[in-house]
Nanobody, 122 residues
Framework: QVQLVEAGGGLVQAGGSLRLSCAAS????????MGWFRQPPGKEREFVAA????????YYAGSVKGRFTIARDNNNNTGYLQMNSLKPEDTANYYC???????????????WGKGTVVTVSS
């Protein structure tokens, strides 16, 4: 079992930055690949970014590539999502998730956090 807790969400103006964190506990975090997903108000949940177990491989959704950076610190069992140049359309509930599969599965992940809300004002 892996427990994931997101933090760092909040209200920010367009063009600003936020860093989300995902604290993991339970089974060895470094054994799992990690992803960030988001669910905008009234829309389906969508993929944002992924990082493999070692941190050596990443990939991003086209809508955030060049603005967001995913990272992890296995020594501290924590994942991160640095979000720069935020836009109103980035407003969403952001979730971190963990899975043994790489690339991340298109449907479902082994473990999910409960999310943190990011609101970007124009």
């Amino acid at each position: 079992q892996v427990q994931l807790v997101e933090a760092g969400g909040g209200l920010v103006q367009a063009g600003g930055s936020l860093r989300l964190s995902c604290a993991a506990s339970g089974r060895t975090f470094s054994s799992y690949n990690m992803g960030w997903f988001r669910q905008p108000p009234g829309k389906e949940r969508e993929f944002v970014a992924a990082i493999n177990w070692s941190g050596g491989r990443t990939y991003y959704a086209g809508s955030v590539k060049g603005r967001f950076t995913i990272a992890r610190d296995n020594n501290n069992n924590t994942g991160y999502l640095q979000m720069n140049s935020l836009k109103p359309e980035d407003t969403a509930n952001y979730y971190c998730a963990a899975d043994r599969q790489w690339p991340l599965p298109s449907n479902g992940m082994d473990y999910w956090g409960k999310g943190t809300v990011v609101t970007v004002s124009s």
